[in-house]
């Protein structure tokens, strides 16, 4: 079943002083799931955050980039999943890629694979992978005039998690904590990853950039909470599979991209491996 191809999507979501935020957004229709890279450009570079799944959506992410006309200073991975790193083989082996240790240590032992394991997308997929080199600490770190604060976040829709804030401009990149319009990615963390985004909502931020889908609100974030409490409820209840899908597709009718269900339901409820 060969993914379709369709138009991206670029915005500028925040403007504050000399930085833009802009995001990227790959197709919500055919078997795509709507990956969302961002660019916080700087008054003299950029830093990137995730380089997209499919080859022609990352090298168009690059090309976005490069358009802006200033050096990349780095890319931050959010984490392990290959819809936001199988791009960096494509478009972005020259640039410095930070990432959480356990994600780069994944991606050394398992990401030629990952990489194998989906030799169904043919020329979709990278001829190679890049495994990132730096390795990004906790806490807060300024580039280019901008203060970055770097979060580990554990047992959620991944087991280790990046996340990237702003806190003078209120923006959060949450990456795959959030899914904006679109459904989300199950685990068997679901409690946990409701605690992470209760917190988001009480904190100071009111930009949440997603790793699929939109920039969102708290709002969305709200949603995400709602949606976590209907799939463990359902899975209380005994519904599994097909049955499990069926029930949130009718009860989220507007959300997008539901070739998700296909990717995690052989994990949430069997016994697939990981990657
Ligand atoms: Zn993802």
Redesign the pocket.
């Known amino acids: 079943m060969p993914t379709q191809v369709s138009p991206p999507l670029r915005m500028v979501a925040r403007t504050a002083g000399d930085v833009r935020i802009h995001t990227f957004v790959s197709s919500f229709t055919g078997n795509n799931?709507a990956?969302a890279t961002h660019i916080v450009e700087s008054r003299n570079t950029l830093v990137l955050i995730d380089g997209q799944f499919l080859v022609p959506y990352a090298k168009a992410f690059r090309e976005y980039a490069d358009s802006l006309g200033k050096p990349i200073d780095r890319l931050y991975l959010s984490?392990r999943?290959p819809?936001?790193w199988f791009g960096l083989g494509a478009a972005f082996d020259d640039v410095p890629v930070h990432a959480l240790s356990e994600t780069a240590s994944f991606i050394q032992e398992h990401g030629e694979d990952s990489l194998s394991d989906h030799w169904k997308l043919g020329d979709l997929a990278p001829e190679h992978i890049v495994v990132p080199k730096e390795i990004a600490e906790p806490g807060a770190t300024v580039v280019d005039g901008v203060t970055y604060h770097l979060g580990r976040v554990t047992e959620t829709?991944v087991d280790f998690h990046l996340t990237v804030s702003l806190p003078e401009l209120g923006v959060c990149f949450a990456?795959?904590l959030l899914y904006s319009g679109t459904h989300l990615?199950l685990t068997r963390d679901m409690a946990h990853w409701s605690t992470v985004l209760e917190e988001l909502l009480t904190s100071d931020y009111d930009l949440f950039m997603p790793?699929?889908g939109l920039p969102a609100d708290k709002i969305e974030v709200a949603r995400n909470v709602e949606y976590l409490a209907a799939a463990r409820q359902a899975i209380a209840d005994g519904l599994t599979g097909d049955a499990f899908k069926d029930f949130l597709l009718r009860r989220y009718p507007e959300r997008r991209c539901p070739g998700i269900f296909d990717i995690y339901l052989p994990r949430l409820f069997g016994d697939s491996r990981d990657y």
């Open positions: 799931i990956n984490h999943h819809d936001h829709e990456q795959d990615y790793g699929h």
